[in-house]
């Protein structure tokens, strides 16, 4: 499968199954386009008549041959040979877990309009995780990590730091046990910022290999949902905050996370005031909402955010010129090597090696499966029970998924979010499509950017 686009200047040609990019002139994007539909003769005939002053007959006539070169060294038109691969991984790694989304608290000081968590409530009660269940899931995890040494650990909420002193005890708890247990546990923080003090920065700079900041860009914007109980923004309260947070990280190994909605489509302004406030590592996610809420996205709303990403890109490139770099999130991709194939096709994880745990020690394929009772897979003492939703995740791959087959964007999205497709379609196999075409439009500014960059570098 080829996909074909033009952007920035260039013209790209995307060999789905081989990953190999090509940018190349307009003849040859043209010949590539026509090359499995027309014969030789009148590729060469239409070509030769379309660009009769800029290429002789021969010249048209090797640029073709070029690709069918190409295309026997597989480079171009290469077949999908994977989908027998599909779900290798997941039963080679079977019942083993190497993360964990620690749902340390259940309450939340911030009262976020959009938030899928419900204030931190999950649906539920608010609580706080205990030492005691939250030592037990480490141990649940070192148990069911196999032979793995790096196991992952994301403290989150709600507002993780409103149970700090849980936080640091858990840490503390792995640090002693990793050696002895052949581990090495890495752990991120996610935070609205509020309760961010330097105790907590030292100590999250000292043990968290990355940690999630919540900032949704301009003032006007991230005030207009992130509030407070009393409907007071945080933006006043939270930026001196992550500038200081930041700056002790010496600038690395965090993401400064925003969320952009129907009131900020043209959310390059967002990521423009963060750069201007010294932050360099960026992401902006798309809204996760109920349908019907005030803050979704529309159709209309979707040509404004292709703009947006198409000059997010260009601004990333100049910056670079300027040596002035940024990281995007979306935007991290390796063409030349990335994921391995098995990675591609097997989709996101959720529910065999990944799992979140809640303050009582309940276990679900994901964060945002959390307080939905039909999802719980069972808890840290008793292991996996519900073996039927288990086994219905690691079937999710990307050839489980009709839509997906045909999709140039397969093998790098791996079938998609299953809980954006299930809260769109009522399947964790379905498919979440608004959220597939912004993610289409992602990876081609991607690969523009990273061609682009890479033909920079060899220049």
Not at 72 to 86: S, V, Y
Not at 147 to 168: I, Q
Not at 393 to 398: G, H, I, M, T
Request: charged share 30%.
């Amino acid at each position: 499968m080829i996909h074909q686009y033009k952007l920035g200047g260039y013209n790209i040609v995307l060999d789905v199954c081989s990953g190999g990019v090509h940018i190349v002139d307009d003849i040859a994007y043209d010949i590539i386009e026509m090359y499995e539909s027309k014969s030789r003769d009148e590729v060469i005939k239409a070509a030769g008549e379309k660009y009769a002053s800029e290429a002789s007959h021969d010249e048209i006539a090797e640029c073709y041959d070029q690709i069918t070169e190409l295309k026997d060294e597989g480079a171009l038109f290469a077949p999908d040979t994977f989908e027998p691969m599909a779900g290798e991984l997941k039963a080679k790694t079977a019942g083993v877990v190497k993360a964990l989304c620690l749902h340390v608290a259940h309450i939340c000081n911030l009262n976020c309009a959009y938030c899928f968590a419900s204030q931190g409530k999950f649906g539920g009660e608010r609580d706080v995780m205990s030492f005691e269940t939250g030592k037990r899931a480490l141990d649940f995890l070192i148990e069911n990590s196999g032979t793995r040494t790096n196991l992952e650990v994301d403290f989150f909420g709600g507002e993780p730091l409103m149970n700090w002193d849980v936080v640091k005890q858990l840490v503390a708890y792995a640090r002693s046990v990793e050696k002895e247990k052949g581990k090495n546990f890495r752990f991120t923080l996610t935070t609205n910022g509020v309760l961010v003090d330097d105790e907590v920065i030292e100590f999250a700079n000292r043990e968290m290999s990355n940690v999630v900041l919540s900032l949704d860009g301009r003032k006007e914007i991230h005030d207009r949902y992130r509030v407070d109980y009393a409907g007071v923004g945080s933006w006043e309260k939270i930026v001196p905050k992550f500038q200081k947070f930041v700056e002790a990280r010496g600038g690395k190994n965090y993401y400064m996370r925003g969320t952009f909605t129907h009131a900020n489509p043209d959310f390059l302004k967002d990521i423009e005031k963060m750069l201007e406030l010294g932050f360099t590592e960026l992401s902006m996610e798309p809204v996760v909402c109920a349908p019907g809420d005030e803050s979704e996205l529309t159709q209309e709303d979707m040509p404004i955010i292709f703009d947006q990403y198409e000059k997010l890109a260009e601004l990333m490139l100049e910056r670079k010129k300027a040596d002035k770099p940024f990281t995007f999130y979306h935007y991290m991709i390796d063409l030349k090597g990335g994921p391995c194939i098995y990675k591609r096709i097997s989709g996101c994880g959720s529910g065999t090696e990944y799992m979140a745990v809640t303050p009582w020690g309940d276990l679900y394929p994901c964060h945002q499966f959390v307080g939905d009772e039909k999802f719980k897979l069972g808890d840290i003492w008793n292991g996996v029970t519900n073996t039927d939703i288990q086994n219905e995740f690691a079937s999710c791959n990307v050839y489980e998924r009709k839509e997906c087959r045909d999709c140039w964007a397969r093998l790098y999205c791996s079938g998609g979010c299953a809980a954006n497709a299930y809260h769109s379609t009522g399947s964790v196999k379905g498919i979440y499509k608004y959220g597939c075409e912004l993610f289409k439009k992602r990876m081609e500014c991607a690969i523009m950017l990273a061609a682009a960059q890479e033909i920079g570098d060899d220049e």
